[in-house]
């Protein structure tokens, strides 16, 4: 068996190190675009703060990943896509609009106004309780993109009066 040149092995090492820093840096970066906080108060944030202590672990077998920092306002599941829940939202303005007659669906007394976004995605938004919930739904986060937000349901009816 024949050895190496020595500029081959000579630059074996920092050509290996050189390759496993960049693999890492790229595993840091997230392709999931940053999630906006809401900013609840008085009434509104207590009621987030007990449905974020309710909130399950795993959503249909995709476990719990928050965005960073952490926020009792925001949670999400899955990796990418992944579903986020958001709980002190501002009411959406497309409920003044066309849009306010879309597909509302009613599971166990939580009412679930409907958005169909451009990718393929869904926006559901708690109608008639005292904090707004949006849960987005990206599409090919779940089988059905209805599935979290029914699944959410029994948290948010607990916590969040109606």
């Avoid at 390759?19 to 509104?44: I, K, M």
């Avoid at 002190?88 to 409907?114: F, I, K, Q």
């Avoid at 008639?128 to 349901?153: C, H, I, K, S, W």
């Amino acid at each position: 068996m024949t050895a190496l040149p020595a500029p081959v092995r000579w630059l074996a090492v920092p050509v290996a190190l050189t390759c496993t820093v960049v693999a890492l840096v790229g595993s840091w970066s997230s392709a999931d675009p940053a999630v906006e906080v809401p900013q609840p108060s008085g009434r509104v944030a207590g009621y987030c703060k007990a449905l974020a202590a309710a909130l399950p672990q795993e959503l249909l077998g995709h476990p719990r990943r928050d965005p960073s920092p952490a926020s009792p306002y925001v949670a999400a599941w899955g990796g990418s896509p992944r579903t986020v829940l958001r709980c002190g939202v501002d009411r959406p303005e497309e409920l003044n609009g066309e849009h306010a007659e879309d597909w509302s669906p009613t599971v166990d007394d939580v009412t679930w106004w409907s958005q169909k976004l451009s990718d393929g995605g869904y926006r559901f938004v708690t109608t008639m309780r005292a904090a707004y919930v949006e849960v987005t739904v990206p599409a090919g986060a779940a089988q059905n993109a209805f599935d979290p937000a029914a699944a959410l349901t029994p948290a948010v009816k607990a916590n969040i009066p109606g």
